[in-house]
């Protein structure tokens, strides 16, 4: 199981650099937001997978399941919506300005 989420968090890192080295701002925000999801399952896998084992040690509990992990993840969701609606706000004021999305244009590069 562990194998299964490792793989598919290196899919959501090659597809998140992927976007990232895009010329459009909403590729590079989708890339950012992958890249965060992709860390969210490192993270929950380096906790190690359990099932059905509380997260909090009691006397009658002989393995437990660490809840650190979770509240790291918990919290990294928090803060990548926040910065995620931030790069929203900042592309959508940016792409309103200079009249496109696409990176090379707004540098004043021509494609030419």
């Excluded at 562990?2 to 890339?31: D, M, P, S, V, W």
């Excluded at 929950?44 to 040690?57: A, C, E, F, S, Y």
């Excluded at 002989?62 to 931030?86: E, H, K, N, R």
């Excluded at 004021?93 to 990176?103: G, I, L, P, V, Y």
């Amino acid at each position: 199981m562990e194998y299964l989420i490792l793989i598919l968090a290196g899919i959501l890192f090659a597809t998140a650099i992927y976007n990232i080295l895009q010329k459009q701002l909403l590729r590079i925000i989708i890339g950012t937001v992958l890249l965060s999801h992709g860390a969210h399952l490192v993270i929950l896998t380096m906790g190690k997978l359990k099932r059905g084992q509380p997260p909090i040690l009691d006397d009658s509990v002989t393995s437990y399941t660490d809840p650190l992990p979770q509240a790291l993840i918990l919290t990294s969701i928090v803060i990548s919506f926040g910065i995620t609606s931030l790069l929203l706000v900042l592309s959508y004021r940016a792409a309103n300005e200079n009249k496109t999305d696409n990176m090379d244009e707004m540098r004043g590069e021509s494609n030419e």
